[in-house]
């Protein structure tokens, strides 16, 4: 089976799961309520249905444009843009008959069962595999440092001892992830010479390293030799091929992939000048990187020893409570990246299905499956409560303002609150989906 259709097929899957359990956290509390639930969809049925049946009241049923689902709920201004039915008299088993304590709780319904499914996921993700960790040792040859950590005294082939003060095999997610979404006052670090060194970090050190492109600001440094070369990049038209070894970079010696990508990067010239090894002779490469300062070549590890991980494995009662902290902190780093999302940098990371897509492995994983289903999950749950009409949080916006003020806005009014919404969420999936085209074709 094709990369593709394995990626793809883990897509819908996730998604599937979400819509389904996204949408029955509005459909139960709105039965709870009393309240009609006309229709149950995954996926949309723009015109038609691929499966559709009415049990009761409700009609269940699978769309075929697989961009979500929905719940349809009488009496309720959604993206049906129902005005015919807006237009009667209010029922008492409408949604907008109800009182607002009770439409506010229907509405928060899907992304509370968002958040409570990823932390339930993690949960039992600990429960089953546990996690993985590092130590200060069992990176064998040290970390590479960008130019930006680099300038705060860290050095090419550290070796972290802790970050905050907490011992590095205490730590169970990347080290990039604290830099750039959590407050790193400061990291230990043992330098190549043996000498040990806390190092103070400003707040803003995720945004330095952001708008310098220093992502991964870390990476543990591995010997490689070339791999591939891609036909149609600088690295093939200036003569680099496959089992050519890379001995320096513009005069400096490349003992590690990170040596070589450093050089690139903090290159003071458009040109690069390679000394590589091959059939045990030295030549010399010139090669101008594009303007992603990419050259075209993949690498090959000559040593899977680089870095060695160690199993730590969780008794239930472990799992619950490292699951609710990991729900708490996913959530938080995520919030947390919005202050990249919204600059002009930013803008261009973002990413639609495609992006989302291959997050997944080439190959069926169940662990990674249910890790990103529950990121995805919180990804869901977030995004839904932006206060952008047309999404749940415009609809939590309006309610809020109600319960406040005591006055309910107008039926015209989240009418074209809820058209300027669908128009806004059309062009945001237009934007993210057209940044994976461009990707695709400039990349």
């Known amino acids: 089976m094709s990369v593709f259709l394995i990626k793809a097929g883990q897509l819908l899957l996730s998604l599937s799961i979400l819509v389904v359990l996204h949408e029955l956290g509005h459909f139960i509390p709105a039965k709870l309520f009393k309240t009609r639930v006309e229709k149950f969809y995954l996926f949309f049925d723009v015109k ?21 689902g929905y719940v349809k709920i009488s009496g309720m201004i959604d993206e049906s843009m129902d005005t015919e039915q807006m237009a009667q008299e209010p029922q008492p ?56 950590l680099e300038n705060y005294g860290f050095q090419q082939g550290d070796k972290i001892i802790s970050i905050n003060n907490e011992s590095i095999e205490d730590i169970t997610i990347p080290i990039n992830k604290y830099l750039m979404f959590r407050d790193v ?34 990476e543990p440094r591995f010997p490689f030799e070339v791999d591939s070369v891609a036909s149609e990049f600088p690295a093939a038209k ?36 390679l000394k590589i090894e091959r059939n045990n002779s030295l030549l010399d490469i010139k090669i101008k990187p594009n303007e992603d300062n990419k050259v075209g070549i993949v690498s090959k590890k000559t040593d899977s020893t680089y870095v060695k991980y160690y199993d ?27 202050k990249y999302i919204f600059t002009k940098k930013g803008a261009t990371q973002i990413g639609g299905f495609a992006a989302i897509g291959n997050m997944f492995p080439p190959t069926w994983n169940w662990q990674a499956f249910w890790y990103l ?28 303002y109600e319960m406040v003020s005591g006055r309910k806005p107008g039926d015209k009014f989240m009418e074209y609150a809820q058209m300027i919404g669908v128009f806004i969420l059309i062009a945001l999936v237009l934007f993210a989906n057209g940044n994976d085209i461009y990707k695709a074709i400039f990349d």
């Open 48 to 68: 038609f249905s691929l499966f559709k049946k009415k049990i009761g009241e409700t009609v269940y049923g699978i769309g075929w444009l697989p961009l979500g």
């Open 93 to 148: 088993w409408e949604f907008r008959s109800k009182p607002a304590w009770q439409r506010l709780i229907i509405m928060l319904g899907g992304v509370t069962v968002n958040f409570i499914l990823a932390i339930v996921l993690f949960i039992i993700m600990l429960s089953v595999w546990g996690t993985s960790y590092i130590t200060k040792d069992s990176v064998k040859y040290g970390y590479g440092v960008t130019k930006t």
């Open 185 to 218: 006052d400061n990291i230990k670090v043992e330098h190549p010479n043996g000498s040990v060194e806390e190092i103070k970090l400003p707040e803003d050190i995720g945004t330095q390293l952001f708008e310098a492109g220093d992502i991964p600001a870390l």
């Open 238 to 273: 200036s003569g680099l091929q496959v089992k050519d070894k890379i001995v320096e970079i513009n005069g400096q010696p490349v003992n590690y992939f990170s040596d070589f990508t450093y050089g690139i990067k903090n290159r003071t010239d458009s040109i690069i000048n």
């Open 312 to 338: 730590k494995e969780y008794t239930l009662s472990e799992s619950i409570t490292g699951g609710i902290s990991q729900g708490y902190w996913e959530i938080k780093d995520y919030l947390a990246q919005f």
């Open 373 to 400: 289903t529950a990121f995805l999950s919180i990804m869901l749950g977030v995004l839904n409560l932006l206060p952008i009409p047309a999404l749940d949080g415009g609809h939590v916006m309006f309610l809020l």
